[in-house]
Antibody, heavy 120, light 110 residues
């Protein structure tokens, strides 16, 4: 079974750093893209960016470029989303999802989500 | 404000057919494929339709997708109470060089 399992919920203070993870199993991790999607409380879905673990090719949404870093460690089939200095506005649920391609691809399956809460 | 425009809400009674629209432009829907996702309350989104009108295995044939020009639609026939969820369309945008989502449509089964 293809599965993406994300790390647990996080509570952080503004200015702190954070790295959340997404571990893939049941398929060739290096052969598919892994994307990240943000969902702020009560709001819709926003595309953050996407990485190809095979060669670490990474693309970012213009809205998130410079705000987050996406990386992957293919040796342990895990992708990451990280912040160097969190803001209260980063409070959201973050999902990872697998995609066969960058452009005309689709997200399937999705991870269960990681809730990030940033509050002083 | 989302790049793809969806109605914020839709409703229907059990057994009815409902459609949800998704309007875009030549840089997204007009030149790329559309996908649809269903998000049940408190859960992660799930792929419903890919490549405009393809259903993943396990998705009932009550769900269908179509695309024409710069717009797309999701149709749900034989509406059931368990279809009550948020529905999102998505596509690649050539101008933004990234994927874009619609704002989502909350479907209520009356």
């Amino acid at each position: 079974e293809v599965q993406l399992v994300q790390s647990g919920a996080e509570v952080k203070k503004p200015g702190e750093s954070l790295k959340i993870s997404c571990k893939g199993s049941g398929y060739s991790f290096i052969s598919y893209w892994i994307g990240w999607v943000r969902q702020m409380p009560g709001k819709g879905l926003e595309w953050v960016g996407i990485i190809y673990p095979g060669d670490s090719d990474t693309r970012y949404s213009p809205s998130f470029q410079g705000q987050v870093t996406i990386s992957a460690d293919k040796s342990i089939s895990t992708a990451y989303l990280q912040w160097s200095s969190l803001k209260a506005s980063d409070t959201a649920m973050y999902y990872c999802a697998r995609s066969p391609t960058v452009v005309n691809g689709w997200f399937d399956p999705w991870g269960q989500g990681t809730l990030v809460t940033v509050s002083s | 404000q989302s790049v793809l425009t969806q109605p914020p809400s839709a409703s229907g009674t059990p057994g009815q057919r409902v459609t949800i629209s998704c309007s875009g432009s030549s840089s997204n829907i007009g030149s790329n494929t559309v996908n649809w996702y269903q998000q049940l309350p408190g859960t992660a989104p799930k792929l419903l339709i890919y490549n405009n009108n393809q259903r993943p295995s396990g998705v009932p044939d009550r769900f269908s997708g179509s695309k024409s020009g710069t717009s797309a639609s999701l149709a749900i026939s034989g509406l059931q109470s368990e279809d009550e969820a948020d529905y999102y369309c998505a596509a690649w945008d050539d101008s933004l060089n990234g994927r874009v989502f619609g704002g989502g449509t909350k479907l209520t089964v009356l």
